[in-house]
């Protein structure tokens, strides 16, 4: 079974300062999709990044990119120049078959 | 954007009522559609799969008979918790599945639903 891993619960980062956000998974397919979503105190999810599997080359959505290994099984997101608004509970999914697969949740607080 | 809808955003009923959240997609049409518990400071746990016109797959552990799922139209799904118990308490979110070129597939996340059972 799949099986998607953060070892990170709690993360800290200096607004404007870079942070990156650990993600890895098990699977045995080889073509499958990862994601990043963050969800705020709202608890509305938001997509943030999409990455294919078949795609070398790490995504990028302005300060937001991943860090894809495929070999590794890791998918890590950085975040530059972080700002207050990015303070929230970050999960890692693999998705597979039309379902997501989700990780424990990396909880980041963005200190000012 | 994708735009996915609950309603309500939170109820408060008492044991043993029955209480239906509604999940509509609002400029989309979407064939599957998926129902998550969340737990506080926890990730999302998949209940069940909702197909339109078909019934629900759910997850090993979820009770169908406890968590009614309709998917009668491609905007919109229904989870019924009957027999509410005070341990049903919980946030429940729902989300749509597009369908993207290249197998670009992507699930869009309605705000969730804030169920207190008393």
């Known amino acids: 079974a799949q099986t998607v891993t953060q070892s990170q619960p709690e993360m800290s980062v200096q607004e404007a300062e870079t942070v990156t956000l650990s993600c890895t998974y098990d699977?045995?397919?080889?073509?499958?999709?990862l994601f990043w979503y963050k969800q705020p105190p709202s608890r509305q999810m938001i997509l943030v990044i999409r990455?294919?599997?078949?795609?070398?080359q790490n995504a990028t959505e302005n300060r937001f990119s991943v860090n894809f290994q495929k070999a590794a099984k890791s998918f890590s997101l950085k975040i530059s120049d972080s700002q207050l608004g990015d303070a929230a509970m970050y999960f890692c999914a693999y998705l597979q078959g039309g379902k997501l697969i989700f990780g424990q949740g990396t909880e980041l607080s963005v200190k000012p | 954007g994708a735009v996915v809808s609950q309603h309500p955003s939170r109820v408060i009923c008492k044991s043993g009522t029955s209480v239906k959240i509604e999940c509509r997609s609002l400029?989309?049409?979407?064939?599957?559609m998926f129902w998550y518990r969340q737990f506080p400071k926890q990730s999302l746990m998949l209940m069940a799969t909702?197909?339109?016109?078909?019934?629900?797959?759910?997850e090993q552990g979820v009770e169908k008979d406890k968590f009614l799922i309709n998917h009668a139209s491609l905007t919109l799904s229904t989870l019924t918790v009957t027999s509410a118990h005070p341990e049903d308490s919980s946030f429940y979110i729902c989300?749509?599945?597009?369908?993207?070129?290249?197998?670009?597939?992507?699930?869009?996340f309605g705000p969730g639903t804030r169920l207190t059972v008393l």
């Open positions: 400029d989309f049409q979407a064939t599957t």
């Open positions: 699977t045995s397919e080889s073509d499958y999709y």
């Open positions: 909702s197909n339109e016109g078909s019934k629900a797959t759910y």
């Open positions: 990455q294919e599997a078949y795609k070398q």
């Open positions: 989300s749509a599945l597009i369908l993207g070129r290249g197998n670009t597939d992507t699930q869009y």
